[in-house]
């Protein structure tokens, strides 16, 4: 789960990290009401879960009243990258001498938690890394011991940050640690990290990125996902316990098993189709399970044609066959369905579809032949992109 | 020979007397698999079908020797589940659980890297088979017969579908490894490779991968400079949107990194033939082994 900005400061702030107020709006007013309150100069901004949201405009300073109001005005509703802005975050301005960046993350090339630090904040940190990979200091910590003051230092140090600045650091750095360690995330990004004109450190921004296999363990981080903008359907999706990824094209998809509905998509792509999404149905064969499922593929109104890609191990297919039929008959689907059964009563399966007789389903055998079907039922249209990637 | 698991293999179940641990442990023990004890805190001193069920790993090893753990256990009491197996002297810890949290995942693995000796695959995984020897996990027997290939893959469902796509062609499998699909795996490609290029039974090597991480990338290198043996490997996610979790929590495309390009790319600049889709590579696994039977 990806925090936004505001969200992800809190959890900052709750672990001793030094953040400046602000305060969230929805609406011009709130922002405007906001900024009064704070003071000038404060800064509006998006509060998107992605990044570039500067060179997007999505944060800009204001001086005064009018100029809160107008980027309100500008920032509401606009949108950066896919996402609509439904909220600023109103925060007072600060003095910055210098910018650096500073990171926890889970490094996991390394399977190890890392810490970052880099005296070249406020850009991109992928492009640093990229052009000057000497300007990017990095340690492992051992997450049985945790980040000690020590590390903290030797990455000030390497980073080559000014001597009066160790103990700070290494102080930010201890922090950022605890709420890597005690939030369960797997990253908490601030860049820039500023100097202020007096000295201090400062997060002027956070990425924090928290683990869903641990939400368990943090109730209050419920209330942090309500917050988050979330797709109609996704949202569908998650109330039933599915897996489901929406993606724009027309052919949508439905399999067991992470790893073969990716395998489904790709090769839907292949043969010059879009798929509508991605839903792995796991183990399910009830018609219950299949319908649920189906329900969500077809809540979504671009897709032209279903494709059902099972791989029967304990599973088995006659069973997800007779699901399946049942599922059908109760929902009348108004687009055709593709069937690809293979692995455990592959056989079966395929006859109980074709003795159903059911209007609009199709069966095949094979994966490529299946996935074909599917594209041409859809009618899409090949995206050239793709196609010249994977073919 | 076979990596991992064979006929000497002695299992004991976490979680047997689950409705899970139980079906697997005994659909496990019918493959011909050595199935000698379950763990169930609480319910020690029973048994499933015969299977003794102790309340510690120490017991059940105790009176069992067994030395390898198959565990069922729920996401929040896997890290236990696995140190406790480690501290009691089991050495290969095969972890299908889903869903452990990812600091748990780092916690485990430093403290077994300190340890030594004990080697986890998974968790999120299927587990590992051996045709004709040994069934630890969930891997669906039926698909597979003893041959040649050793497979590793990241993925459940379709592993099953390139082994069949596989067996199909005629081409048995040495083992199958599941590493799983979570972000830190207890062991990673590399390891799964050094293991197959010791084995003499295996001949050639097809590796399955998907988006996240740097896992297919760095076994990339990894094959280039240590492993003799041909390998051949498919990538999964091509199409998969940035910043989307794909259903495995590993399964994810972070800004710029672990896409299936990359991958991909990593993998044929260093020699490996990546295939589009896994009756593909069935395909290449069939035409290489026409290629190395002698005329």
Known sequence: ?391 | MSILVDRQTRVVVAGITGREGRFHALANRRYGTQVVAGVTPGRGGSDVEGIPVFDTFAEAIEATDADTALLFVPARAAADSILEAAEAGIALVVAITEGIPAHDELRVLSALRLRGGVRLIGPNCPGVLSPGKANVGIIPPSFFSAGTVGLVSRSGTLTYQIGSELDRRGLGASTIVGIGGDPVPGSTFIDILDLFEADPETELIVLAGEIGGEAEEQAAAHIAQRISKPVIAYIAGFTAPPGKTMGHAGAIVSGSRGGAEAKAAALESHGVRVARSPAAIAELAGELAMQAVPP
């Open chain 1, 1 to 391: 789960m990806d925090l936004l900005e505001h969200q992800g400061k809190r959890l900052l702030a709750r672990h001793g990290l030094p953040v400046s107020p602000g305060r969230l709006a929805s609406d011009v007013a709130g922002a405007v009401a906001a900024a009064e309150q704070l003071g000038y100069p404060c800064a509006v901004k998006a509060q998107v879960p992605t990044g570039g949201r500067g060179k997007a405009g999505g944060i800009r300073l204001a001086s005064d009243r009018e100029q809160a109001r107008a980027h309100a005005e500008a920032i509401l509703g606009m949108s950066i990258g896919g996402h609509a802005v439904q909220s600023v975050w109103v925060e007072a301005g600060a003095q910055v001498a210098r910018e650096l960046y500073a990171a926890v993350l889970l490094d996991r090339g390394a399977r190890s938690p890392m810490a970052i630090l880099s005296a070249r904040g406020g850009i991109d940190i992928e492009e640093l890394a990229a052009s000057e990979p000497g300007a990017i200091a990095r340690l492992h910590v051992d997450p049985l011991l945790g980040l000690q003051d020590f590390h903290g230092r030797l990455l000030a140090v390497r980073a080559g940050a000014p001597r009066e600045l160790l103990g700070p650091l290494a102080s930010v750095l201890r922090g950022l640690y605890r709420v890597f360690a005690s939030e369960e995330a797997t990253l908490v990004e601030v860049n820039p990290l500023a100097v202020t004109a007096d000295g201090s450190l400062l997060a002027l921004d956070a990425k924090v990125t928290l683990d869903d296999n641990a939400a368990f363990r943090h109730p209050d981080h419920a209330e942090l996902r309500a917050q988050l903008p979330r797709d109609p359907q996704e949202a569908m999706a998650a109330e039933r316990g599915l897996t489901y990824v929406k993606l724009d094209g027309e052919v949508g998809i439905l399999g067991n098993g992470a790893g073969l509905v990716m395998a489904t998509l790709d090769l839907v792509a292949q043969v010059g189709g879009r798929p509508a999404n991605f839903l792995d149905a796991g183990g399910g064969s009830k018609a219950d399970a299949i319908e649920a499922a189906v329900e969500v593929i077809l809540s979504d109104e671009k897709v032209r044609a279903v494709l059902f890609n099972i791989f029967g191990g304990i599973t088995r297919c006659d069973e997800v066959a007779r699901g399946l039929i049942e599922a059908h008959r109760r929902l009348r689907p108004r687009v055709p369905f593709v069937v690809r059964l293979d692995g455990t009563n592959d056989r079966e399966g395929r006859e109980l579809l074709r003795a159903a007789g059911l209007e609009g389903m199709h069966v095949e055998e094979t994966m490529e032949a299946a996935a074909r079907r599917a594209v041409a039922l859809a009618g899409a249209q090949a995206s050239a992109r793709l196609k010249a990637v994977l073919l």
